[in-house]
């Protein structure tokens, strides 16, 4: 386990995300494949309708299965590859996703535009849980799927980093003011995820 573990201090001379990602996604077209995560299939009819935003979109898997489920979906990413891919593949599947380029380090979120916000294997800075809290309308809703450091442990050579992963029980820390829905850690096959769902209290 991680439980000493101190994730390391953010380097000022480190590549930007959106190169480092977009290296990532020139390796191997859909770095994590086409179908939506589990999460969003197992929770999908708990997400609150309406117009949804997907944080760190990647290729698209994600946001083009809720546009196929009736959603409004917008997307951001820092990378322009992983970009491109998500508009392509919302076009082959012929639903349409708002999907932009976005340096996740500095977006701000508009004020209570969002019904469900999405969230998969993307890990930010703390205080970007209170954009979060400003983008969703009261009522609104919170899906996030992600490694945890287990994994990281029991594949250390997998090309996860672990500044990418949760804790035991970390995203439960940046949801205190939410109603906790749905949250587990397991194993998916070899993944070692956690997965949560939570509420935006109406008060």
């Avoid at 190169?19 to 609150?48: I, S, T, V």
């Avoid at 491109?84 to 500095?106: I, M, P």
């Avoid at 205080?127 to 983008?135: I, L, N, P, T």
């Avoid at 029991?154 to 439960?172: M, Q, R, T, W």
Wanted: aromatic share 10%; glycine share 8%; with cysteine.
């Amino acid at each position: 386990m991680f439980d000493d573990f101190k994730y390391k201090e953010p380097d000022p001379n480190a590549k930007p995300a959106g190169e480092k990602w977009n290296l990532k996604y020139q390796q191997k077209e859909f770095l994590y494949g086409r179908e939506p995560m589990l999460a969003l299939k197992n929770l999908l009819p708990e997400l609150r309708p309406g117009k949804v935003i997907e944080i760190g979109m990647g290729e698209g898997r994600n946001a083009v299965y809720l546009a196929q489920k009736g959603f409004t979906v917008d997307g951001i990413d820092a990378s322009s590859v992983a970009i491109e891919r998500a508009k392509k593949l919302a076009q082959e599947k012929g639903v349409a996703v708002e999907a932009k380029v976005q340096n996740l380090d500095f977006f701000l979120m508009p004020l209570m535009k969002f019904d469900s916000v999405v969230m998969g294997y993307f890990r930010p800075q703390p205080r970007f849980f209170s954009e979060v809290r400003r983008g969703l309308v009261a009522g609104g809703t919170f899906l996030l799927e992600a490694y945890t450091t287990e994994h990281v442990r029991a594949h250390p050579n997998a090309g996860i980093e672990l500044e990418e992963c949760y804790k035991p029980n970390e995203i439960l820390s940046h949801l205190k003011d939410f109603h906790i829905l749905y949250y587990r850690e397991l194993l998916d096959g070899d993944a070692h995820t956690v997965q949560v769902l939570a509420r935006k209290n109406k008060a």
